[in-house]
């Protein structure tokens, strides 16, 4: 069995240090908090080019604390709407919610799946506060155009970065290309824990602060609280891990784009659309994908799924119901999004991961070739 995603092995390619690492965590007695903690935070913010990287306990609660840190400072208040993705995963509409904010919904761009830039305008109204991008499936949301939208309209940019660590736009990292970015460490990430975790950037001081504050229970002297706040801290041993990990995401983001090349150039079956690449350059060499996921579309996807895994190939759907048609959004139920809604049947991931092999991305491409329906 080709598996989607082999974690076991992804995370044994750093046993060794994780072992050391998570034992000098144990060894040490310090288990929220400490030094481990502080120098994945400087480590991410390096990385990503930001001033500040805040650890937070998952990527939801990273989108949640961005949003009510903003509410804290007056930005933005209960009703006011924040433009984002229709076809986003519920995470990104959960967090605005969460805050007592409205999501304004919009369709994506049917090539790169991405929020359609072309689009916000016309849903800018004078309770919009904000743009919440998402660079979906490892891919870069970004334009000029954009950035002087959000400037012309006062709007704040936040990134929904959970799934495009480590992808760039002109040379500037996805992190630190909005006002603040929201990044989920969840296991199957590209940079992954062991377990739920996630982190905050930005290049706003007062915000930063804010948000380490609200995420302590409002606090920043123990049992002194200025804000209303959560329960979401990254932990030492999660800390420890990421930073290890941390090292070694460009060139596992490398061999990722390795197995997209091979897709990309191998499948060649009529029935099954690629994904788009924005530049127009050869996968290796492209910076703004990072291949969290490789997803195809096809008209004759459970026919396919099912194909795939007579022959042995492990497949999901990201994702089989849009935000606005479940259940926990009512509400929502009656908007019409055709595009979202085509897209959410008919979207299929294939296995992808840096330790798959090169001879198995073949097999998958062989065995998708040889589908007919």
């Known amino acids: 069995m080709i598996k989607f995603l082999d974690l076991k092995k992804i995370n044994s390619l750093h046993r060794e240090e994780i072992l050391k690492a998570t034992t000098e965590v144990f060894d040490s007695g310090w288990y929220l908090l400490g030094e481990r903690l502080k120098t994945f935070e400087s480590q991410l913010a390096e990385y990503i080019g930001a001033n500040h990287a805040i650890g937070v306990g998952n990527g939801l609660d990273a989108l949640r604390l961005i949003i009510k840190a903003y509410k804290e400072m007056g930005a933005m208040q209960d009703g006011d709407e924040i433009i984002v993705p229709a076809n986003t995963y519920i995470a990104s509409i959960l967090a605005i919610t969460d805050n007592h904010l409205k999501p304004i919904l919009v369709e994506p761009d049917e090539n790169t799946y991405n929020l359609d830039i072309s689009k916000i305008e016309e849903k800018i109204t004078n309770r919009t506060k904000g743009i919440l991008i998402v660079h979906l499936y490892g891919n870069v949301c970004w334009s000029n155009d954009l950035k002087s939208l959000a400037q012309k309209h006062q709007l704040k940019i936040i990134e929904d970065n959970a799934q495009a660590i480590g992808a760039e736009w002109e040379g ?3 992190g630190a290309l909005g006002d603040a970015a929201g990044f989920s460490f969840y ?12 982190a905050v950037t930005t290049n706003d001081s007062e915000l930063a602060k804010v948000v380490r504050t609200v ?9 002194y609280n200025e804000f209303k706040g959560l329960n979401s801290r990254l932990d030492e041993i999660h800390a420890a891990v990421l930073s290890i ?9 490398q061999d990722r784009r390795r197995i997209a090349d091979i897709y990309s150039n191998k499948i060649e079956n009529q029935l099954v ?25 096809t008209k004759e996807r459970e026919k396919l799924q099912e194909y795939l895994t007579e022959n042995d190939i492990q497949t999901l759907i990201h994702y089989p119901i849009p935000p606005h048609k ?7 139920n009656d908007i019409n999004l055709p595009l979202t809604e085509n897209i959410h ?7 992808i991961s ?10 998958v491409s062989e065995v998708l070739n040889s589908f007919t329906g």
Not at 187 to 198: E, F, I, M, V
Not at 326 to 332: C, D, N, R, S
């Open 172 to 174: 500037v990292k996805t």
């Open 187 to 198: 296991p199957g990430k590209n940079l992954g824990a062991l377990g739920d975790a996630g």
């Open 215 to 223: 995420a302590n229970y409002g606090s920043q002297k123990k049992y």
């Open 245 to 253: 990990k941390l090292s070694f995401l460009d060139s596992e983001n």
């Open 273 to 297: 659309k690629l994904p788009n690449i924005q530049e127009g350059n050869s996968i290796l060499e492209c910076k703004s994908h990072v291949w969290h996921l490789f997803v195809v579309r």
């Open 326 to 332: 479940q259940i926990a959004y009512k509400e929502f």
């Open 345 to 351: 049947k008919e979207v299929l991931s294939l296995p």
């Open 354 to 363: 840096q330790v798959m092999s090169e001879k198995d991305a073949l097999k």
